[in-house]
């Protein structure tokens, strides 16, 4: 592509930190996986002439490693590890670890100030500045975009957007926390010196504008975009065939990140119960897919407390194909997240034509700005009775479930589509590169 074109730096010290979480390998990433807020960005950006390199830090690849996305032909390149993170990181129980003991565990070999220091380095350590500013450099990339401004990585991005003299920008995604005492003091001047913020949240946005003086014109208000091509209504009945689920069976799903705490999933098992406790003779099923750090966990919840008539197919789906025939194969969609940025899961499922039950995180207010109106229901954070409360009105009630269904999917035609959401990223780069290098014009 002879246009312009974005650096884009993924969440995480290490590419590996989200990926086996989910049982991905860096080739299957860069040859299968879809979707998300990354790869739609990417064929959003696409669609208006301006296209993408995606740098990753990984601790698989000895030297700097160019892929290319196999689905929109974007460049991916793995960084090798910086050498000093690598002998840090050999002592890490947890890379992102609150403390010296969350991130260490017991320490030995050094005084407790010596571990203190390292806590607060070692996020800074993972990016090699002078590295990834020649890669950048190299892939002729005129501006930078993060994931996450509240994240080490972000504070790097500022130093490399100075070198190269290139505009910097960030997305929030969720991260909304500092891992080191640099941060409070760092943060604040980054955020400063980037050229711009895009924030789908306006919770989010509130806070970054109260805690850093940003001001508003600084922060775009965009969606994360889906490819309403792929993700739209399956045929229920073949979906239903193909899986195996009776005409008469009522599904509620989920789907994505096995992480219990921040996606929820205890609230979800116990709304369940008390949903089936109500509904004996009802033929009713709660399908979850997806796999994650805390799949173990989940499991063994399950088989402890007895939760009942749950179908979990435990993997990380790449095929969106796929995943669309198991949403379509639904009657509702149930989101119990206690933290977001701006969450794809739901979307996908709403242009599939599914209604929403959603909790409260950051994020859904915005996708359901008109509640009802917009497919969905909203309920507090942590609220287990007024999830199954809603979840079973829905269930209970198939008119209802399709009518909110057919909101949900205007819902995100007129507002996620990738047309939509180019025009406005291109729009926000285009404002955010400031002369003399203005080159998004």
């Known amino acids: 592509m002879s246009g312009p074109k974005i650096a884009v730096l993924p969440w995480g010290d290490l590419i590996e930190d989200f990926l086996d979480g989910i049982g991905v390998s860096v080739e299957e990433f860069a040859s299968k996986m879809t979707g998300g807020w ?6 959003a950006l696409r669609l208006k002439g301006i296209a993408a390199s995606i740098f990753c830090f990984s601790d698989r690849v000895e ?4 892929m290319v996305h196999h689905a929109t032909g974007a460049e991916v390149v793995l960084l090798p590890t910086p050498a000093a993170y690598k002998r840090l990181r050999r002592h890490m129980k947890d890379p992102y670890g609150w403390n010296v003991e969350a991130m260490f565990g017991p320490t030995t070999g050094l005084s407790r100030r010596g571990w203190r220091l390292a806590h607060h380095v070692a996020p800074y350590l993972a990016t090699s500045v002078m590295a990834l500013s020649r890669e950048i450099r190299r892939a002729g990339c005129r501006a930078i975009l993060c994931q996450e401004y509240e994240s080490p990585r972000f504070d790097a991005a500022s130093a490399v957007g100075g070198l190269l003299r290139i505009p910097v920008f960030a997305t929030f995604q969720g991260g909304s926390w500092h891992r080191s005492g640099l941060e409070r003091r760092l943060r604040p001047l980054t955020l400063r010196r980037c050229a711009g913020l895009i924030i789908g949240s306006s919770f989010e946005a ?8 940003i001001p508003s014109e600084k922060i775009a208000s965009i969606f994360n975009p889906l490819d309403l091509s792929l993700w739209r209504p399956d045929s229920r009945q073949d979906a239903r065939r193909a899986l ?3 005409d008469t069976t009522r599904v509620a799903i989920w789907h994505g990140r096995i992480d219990i705490r921040e996606k929820g999933l205890d609230i979800l098992l116990e709304a369940w119960r008390v949903v089936c406790s109500r509904r004996t003779e009802q033929d009713i099923v709660l399908m979850l897919v997806g796999t994650g ?20 197919l435990r993997e990380y789906v790449l095929d969106r194909a796929r995943i669309r025939q198991y949403l379509s194969a639904a009657d509702v969609y149930v989101f119990p997240s206690r933290r977001e940025g701006l969450p794809v899961a739901p979307l996908e499922a709403m242009a599939c034509g599914l209604g929403v039950v959603a909790a409260s995180a950051p994020g859904v ?23 199954a409360r809603h979840l079973g009105h829905v269930l209970d009630d198939e008119s ?13 035609e007129r507002a996620f589509s990738l047309d939509a959401i180019g025009a406005q990223l291109h729009e926000l780069f285009r404002r955010g590169d400031r002369p003399p290098r203005s080159r998004f014009a």
Do not use: M
Not at 365 to 387: F, H, K, R, W, Y
């Open 365 to 387: 207010a915005d996708i359901l700005n008109e509640g009802e109106q917009s497919g969905g229901l909203v309920v507090p954070i942590g609220d287990a009775t007024s999830l």
């Open 400 to 412: 209802w479930g399709r009518t909110l269904g057919v909101r949900a999917r205007r819902r995100v």
């Open 38 to 43: 990354l790869f739609g960005y990417v064929e």
């Open 293 to 312: 750090p805390d799949a173990d966990q989940l499991d063994e919840e399950i088989r402890r407390t007895a939760v009942p008539r749950v179908r979990w």
């Open 244 to 246: 195996g689920i009776p």
């Open 206 to 213: 509130a806070r970054v504008q109260k805690c850093y003086g």
């Open 63 to 66: 030297r700097t490693v160019h």
